[in-house]
């Protein structure tokens, strides 16, 4: 978001921002969930306008972990994981034995305190511009908009139509920045997988959707595709479900995170033992590193002494097509086909296409 307010002559970041994005009097921002740049080449047939797009556009890296929560917070501040605070699906609430689920979120955790920063949307309107976001009715005052998108009009908007209406409305305006979302993608990769004929069919539709809005809008107004991340399949013989393996919960006081990213919150003193039994039962499926070795790694940017309890003592980063499920603490999980969360080019590389 500071990239493209930029490019519409607004400095809300304060210094010169890493991505260029060519100059213009308006944006819209169209986030497709879920639809990684690997998958998008590989099944370049079943979106052949926005694969003609990519031909000499490079892709952007996710934060980490490569999910929808964190990422979303990620586009809407400008702020890396360590940051802003958003650090997974899930993550414990410091000082509890709770975790806040950052995508249903939590009556309990004020989203103002959990993420405090200004975002670029806020931003951008202090300086005299116009910010909107275009999203499902459900979703105005969620946590998560709050967090990740406090500052923009919003507008309820739940089908295609209403959607690429709302752009063409608020696009009008100079110096505006439309976002809209779409999760159809996402949620139907989880539900049938990513080499499915319905996740092909839903690609299409997406295709279609952007082609539609890059026709409806006028020609000087940029549309930007982006993705918050992409998604892997896993297989029931790649799958580890700790409560069949009871040794990888001695001394686990809570499992958070997801299942291709776990955050581990240890008992007093267990750190070393469970680093020792995680990676001696996962091996080279997984990363299994303390939370100082994963921060020194720069896997969450910079972070901040408030953020820094959320992270798990431990963090678990899956390989190729592993997963690490709970049937007791996540038993919806063991139904999803299509994953993400982790640090493989299939989850991280994500589509940046200007039109």
Avoid at 36 to 53: C, D, V
Avoid at 126 to 151: I, M, W, Y
Avoid at 166 to 184: I, K, N, P, V
Avoid at 264 to 292: H, I, K, S
Wanted: proline share 6%; with cysteine; hydrophobic share 45%.
């Amino acid at each position: 978001m500071p990239a493209v307010a930029a490019a519409l002559g607004l400095d809300v970041a304060g210094r010169p921002t890493d991505l260029l994005l060519p100059d213009a009097p308006a944006y819209v921002v169209f986030l497709v969930d879920g639809l990684g740049a690997r998958l998008l080449e590989r099944y370049a047939h079943a979106a052949p306008f926005l694969a003609s797009l990519m031909a000499d556009q490079q892709p952007g890296t996710a934060g980490v972990p490569s999910t929808t929560a964190t990422s979303l917070t990620s586009l809407g501040t400008g702020l890396p994981p360590g940051a802003h605070g958003l650090v997974g699906f899930t993550s414990r609430v410091p000082g509890t034995g709770k975790l806040l689920n950052a995508l249903l979120w939590d009556k309990d955790v004020d989203p103002l305190e959990w993420q405090p920063n200004p975002t670029a949307f806020t931003r951008l309107h202090d300086l005299g511009g116009t910010a909107t976001v275009v999203n499902k009715r459900e979703f105005r005052g969620s946590g998560l908009t709050v967090a990740a998108h406090r500052g923009a009009e919003y507008v309820g908007a739940d089908k295609v139509g209403e959607r690429i209406a709302a752009a063409l409305t608020t696009s009008a305006e100079r110096q505006s920045l439309t976002y809209l979302y779409d999760g159809d993608l996402d949620w139907t990769g989880h539900r049938y997988g990513v080499a499915s004929s319905q996740w092909l069919q839903q690609l299409s539709m997406v295709d279609a959707e952007a082609e539609q809005l890059r026709e409806a809008l006028p020609p000087q107004v940029r549309l930007l595709v982006v993705a918050d991340h992409g998604m892997v399949d896993s297989p029931a013989e790649s799958r580890v479900d700790v409560d069949e393996h009871l040794d990888l919960r001695a001394g686990v006081a809570l499992l958070g995170g997801e299942a291709r990213f776990r955050h581990l919150y240890c008992q007093g003193g267990a750190v070393a033992d469970v680093v020792a039994t995680w990676r001696e039962l996962l091996g080279p499926r997984a990363d299994v590193l303390t939370r100082e070795e994963a921060v020194g790694r720069g896997w969450f940017g910079a972070v901040t002494p408030s953020v820094l309890p959320r992270l798990g003592d431990v963090v678990v980063a899956c390989h190729g097509d592993t997963a690490i499920l709970s049937t007791a603490d996540f038993p919806y999980e063991a139904s999803l086909v299509g994953l993400h969360g982790s640090l493989t080019p299939d989850e991280m590389l994500i589509p940046l296409l200007v039109s």
